[in-house]
Each structure stands twice: as C-alpha cells, then as structure tokens.
C-alpha cells in the first residue's frame, strides 16, 4: 500500500470518528475512501462498516448504566435491529459489485437528504414523543418496532443516515427522554453493526488492512469528537457533512 492511500485512509477514519461522536455520517468519508483507494463498492462498504465499529463500541459503552437500567425495557428493540441488521447484511452478501455500484449514488443522495432534513426529523420524533409519552399504545410501539425493523435492515446493508432515521423510530416507542432515546439508538446501532460485520467477516468481504487504518483513526477521531463537541456546534459539523454528501454523491452519478 502506498504511502499516500495509508495517509487517505487514516484522514477518513479520523474525520468518520470525529462527525460519528457529534453529528454522525462517517460513513461518507470512510466508503468514499475505501473506493478511491480500489476496492470494489461491496468490499468497500463490508470494510467501512467493519472499520468504524470499534469506535461505536465506545460510544455504545459511554451509555451503559443506561443500558443496564432499561436492559428489559429495550430487549424488543435489541431483537428487531439484529433480525433486520443480519437481513440487511445479507442482501449487500448477495449483491454483485455492479449492482451495488448502481445503487452507491441513490444511496448517498438518500443518506445527504436525511442529513439535510435532521432538523425537521429530530422535531417530528420530540412530537411523537411528547404525544405517546412514557407508555405508548400498543399501535405505536408495535408501528415502532417495524420502523424499527425497516432501520436496521438499511443499517446492514448501507447505514449513512442511519441514526437520523432511527431517532423517529424509538421516539414512538420511548417517549422524548433524550438519553433514553439516545442510549436504545446507541444499543440498536452497535447491535445492527456488530451482526453485519460478523456476516461481513464469514463472507469475506473484508480488506484487513484497510480495515485496520481506517479503524484506528476513527477511534482516535471518536475521542477528539468527545473533546471538540463540546467547544464546536453541531450544526456546524453536520452542514459539513451534508457538503460532503452532496459532492460525494454529485461524484458517484457523473462517474
């Protein structure tokens, strides 16, 4: 590997870590990265979703009391992101490079537009919340698990965007507790990963060293994003994103 691709790599999992701990959205760095330094689309998407997962562990583990406390209260949840994860896992197995390669520009305009609209997704999930409170009816927690369901599906197979998404499912099922919402969507994503990189890895999907590269630095990028979150706007972070996005997807379509 030449010197340059290394330094690429390792830029993309310290940018993925840094926007992941405060906005989300490393995954258009990491996947664009992966591309450019030759891997097929598949491998490249297998491989990021590998590569960032250590960092996400962390973030995971940062809401454990959370987690311990509401262990019952999320098992529902838990079993919905792994069936849909490991579904969405498996469709990208069976997905030839050319196929894939189509569908990369659609799936980046989709993740950008969901990052563009965050604002109005976060406002209509804090509605829900506020109308279903703490005990939602039966209607919306069964109608939660299925969005939920649908999240993890995607999360398995491409996830840009996902934590976006996901903020509205579990908004219908927990209310507008904020760390309540965000320790089941911290739970849900490392679940959704964790079962895609393990089909990832049996399928052989995985470039190892790049793998390695990209993972480091996104982990060293999750605790700077700690760090400097608190000093930098989210919002600022997250119209970065959406730029980058934006000319990502611009990129894939023209190629």
């Known amino acids: 590997m030449e010197l340059s691709t290394a330094a690429l790599l390792a830029a993309s999992g310290l940018a993925a870590g840094l926007v992941n701990a405060i906005a ?9 990265a992966l591309v450019a330094a030759g ?6 998407n297998a491989t990021s979703a590998v590569a960032v997962t250590p960092a996400n562990l ?30 969405g896992a498996y469709i990208l197995t069976v997905t030839n490079n050319d196929a894939f390669r189509q569908l990369v520009p659609w799936l980046l305009l989709f993740a950008t537009l969901l990052f563009a609209a965050s604002p109005k997704i976060v406002a209509l999930a804090r509605a829900i919340g ?6 939602p009816s039966t209607k919306a927690w069964a109608a939660g698990l299925v969005f939920q369901t649908g999240v993890a599906v995607y999360g398995g197979f491409f996830g840009a965007g996902m934590g976006i998404v996901m903020l509205a499912a579990l908004a219908i099922t927990e209310g507008d507790d904020f760390h309540l919402i965000n320790s089941a969507k911290h739970l849900c994503s490392t679940l959704i990963q964790l079962v895609a990189v393990v089909l990832f890895v049996i399928a052989g999907l995985v ?34 994103v959406i730029a980058v996005g934006a000319a990502l997807t611009l990129y894939f379509f023209i190629r």
């Open 24 to 32: 989300g959205g490393g995954t258009f760095f990491t996947f664009s």
């Open 39 to 44: 891997l097929p689309p598949v491998v490249a």
């Open 58 to 87: 962390s973030s995971a583990w940062a809401y454990r009391r959370e987690l311990a406390a509401n262990a019952r209260r999320f098992a529902a949840l838990g079993i919905v992101s792994l069936i849909g994860g490991l579904g």
């Open 130 to 135: 506020k109308q279903e409170g703490h005990h």
């Open 207 to 240: 470039s190892w060293p790049e793998t390695i590269i990209v993972g480091a630095a996104s982990v060293i990028g999750g605790y700077l994003g700690v760090v400097f979150g608190r000093r930098l706007p989210a919002g600022i972070i997250r119209w970065l």
